[in-house]
């Protein structure tokens, strides 16, 4: 299961705390919250301190998310290791 929790939005963008899991069944969920803020023109951070799993589908949702606008910020290093083996254009 994947949680994800609005901690602030302003009028520039929004920090989202990610929880759980983000796996095939999850990962539309998070795309569709997250550009769903890049449609409002707002930039995203999300906090993935708390992402315990990261599979396939995940890797490709998050490295799929521009990262002009979208921020990863406290991640777990082998969910790090994990987007970067998962390759990035």
């Known amino acids: 299961m994947l949680k994800i929790t609005k901690i ?3 009028t520039s963008g929004v ?5 759980g899991k983000i796996t ?3 990962a539309a969920l ?9 449609r409002q ?7 993935c ?5 990261i599979d396939a589908r995940g890797i490709e949702v998050v490295n799929n ?9 406290s991640t777990p290093a082998f969910v790090t290791e ?3 083996i998962g390759g990035r254009s």
């Open 49 to 53: 301190s708390h992402v315990e799993y």
């Open 15 to 19: 920090l989202l705390k990610l929880e």
């Open 65 to 73: 998310l521009p990262r002009k606008h979208v921020t990863l910020m």
């Open 82 to 84: 994990l987007l970067q």
């Open 41 to 47: 023109r707002k930039s995203v951070q999300l906090d």
């Open 30 to 38: 998070l795309d569709g919250e997250c550009r769903s803020y890049l």
């Open 8 to 10: 602030q939005e302003s």
């Open 24 to 26: 095939e069944q999850w």
